[in-house]
């Protein structure tokens, strides 16, 4: 049974940081394609991140060059280090994985299969 588990999200100042950690269980994370997505209420999920088995990662340009996606192989574990935070950073993060294929671009929620349960993440200027 594949799960990921969310946690680090917490309220910070903006110009602060944070690491937000996706632990995964069900699948081995050096396997397969994971992303980081945020959602404010009443809207769709966006792409943040995404890092394929390569260690490929691309961002949506709203986070380039202040969000970092990794991982850590050995504790299966994905990771999002948060830099610079605006308070339009303010969202739920989910963390994803197993992308279902091209179909659809990678920060289109439709294009990945397991979800986590989300982190909050509340930044204030």
């Known amino acids: 049974q594949v799960r990921l588990v969310e946690s680090g999200g917490s309220s910070a100042q903006a110009g602060g940081s944070l690491r937000l950690s996706c632990v995964v269980s069900g699948y081995t994370i050096s396997d397969i394609s994971q992303a980081w997505f945020r959602q404010l209420p009443g809207k769709e999920r966006e792409g943040v991140a995404t890092i394929d088995a390569m260690r490929n990662t691309d961002y949506a340009e709203s986070v380039k060059g202040r969000f970092t996606i990794s991982r850590d192989d050995a504790k299966n574990t994905l990771y999002l280090e948060m830099n610079s935070l605006k308070s339009e950073d303010t969202a739920m993060y989910y963390c994803?994985?197993?992308?279902?294929?091209?179909?659809?671009?990678?920060?289109?929620?439709?294009?990945?299969?397991?979800w986590g349960q989300g982190t909050q993440v509340t930044v204030s200027s």
């Open positions: 994803a994985a197993r992308s279902k294929g091209p179909a659809n671009p990678w920060a289109s929620p439709r294009r990945w299969i397991y």
